[in-house]
Structure formats: C-alpha cells, structure tokens
C-alpha cells in the first residue's frame, strides 16, 4: 500500500508537533523541579546572582559546551538529511536530533545548577534551549524542508 505525499506530510507533521510540544516542556520541568529542591536545613537555594562566576572551570566549561550544541544544533540536521530520499528520514529525524540538542543544553543547566546548588545557574541555559525549541516550531521548519504551505 502506498502513502500518498500529503497524508506522510500531514502525518509527520502531527508527530513532530507532539515531539516539539512534550520534548519543548521538559526545561521547564527541570525549572520547576530546581525551584521545588530543598537542601538538607530545609532553605531553598538562595545563592546570589554573584556566587555563580564563569570564572570557575566547570561553569566556562558548560556554558561554552552548551554554546556549541546549540550551534551544532541549526547546522547537524541538514547534514544528517543530506542523500536521504525517505521523506520521514528528510524531516523528521533531522529535527528529532535538533529537539535532543536543544534538550542537552536544558540538561546542562540542570546539572550545573544541582553541581553549585544555585536556581539561578539554571537560567541561561533555560533561555538558549526554549529560544532552540521556539526557533525550530515543527510547522515553520517542516515548511522550508518541504516547502509546503500547511
């Protein structure tokens, strides 16, 4: 049985919306989750804007890690398509890889800001992973690769 173009597009499409919708909400699953952590004495975090330095290794580290992923993340996609005839393996691998690297950078912060016991160390890279997530919508970028007008 054969599928038309359409009706793989259609599909793809409400796929890559559910990827984009639950992957996109996990950074601010992992805000909330930092802001619910107690520490043992039963205080919230409270470490000042200033106790968080790129001066410490493990924060320049990180943050130029998470730096990196999300540039490698505009431009792996379009590698990973290159040669491909599959229309699944043209638009919805690709942009499955770009949600995982947009995630990764969430991911970084978390760690960093569970590591230095800070809420705010988190933020910075709240904010590059939710730009990532908004910046690849499935309905923007299926459209430049299919050049379709859903």
């Not at 043992?40 to 320049?60: A, H, N, Q, T, Y």
């Not at 770009?98 to 809420?119: H, P, T, V, Y």
Request: hydrophobic fraction near 50%; charge should be positive.
């Amino acid at each position: 049985m054969k599928v038309n173009n359409d009706m793989a597009s259609k599909n793809t499409l409400t796929v890559a919306k559910i990827l984009w919708i639950t992957v996109g909400s996990t950074p601010l699953i992992f805000l909330l989750v930092i802001l619910i952590l107690e520490n043992p004495e039963g205080d919230r975090f409270g470490v000042k804007i200033s106790e968080v330095s790129f001066s410490d290794p493990v924060v320049l580290a990180l943050s130029l890690t998470a730096i990196c992923i999300f540039f490698t993340a505009q431009k792996l996609p379009s590698l990973l398509s290159k040669g491909t005839q599959s229309y699944r393996h043209l638009i919805l691998i690709p942009f499955m890889v770009r949600l995982a690297l947009f995630e990764a950078i969430a991911i970084i912060g978390f760690i960093l800001s569970i590591m230095k016991s800070s809420d705010f160390a988190y933020l910075p890279f709240l904010f590059i992973s939710l730009a990532g997530f908004l910046s690849s919508s499935p309905t923007k970028s299926l459209r430049e690769r299919t050049g379709s007008n859903q």
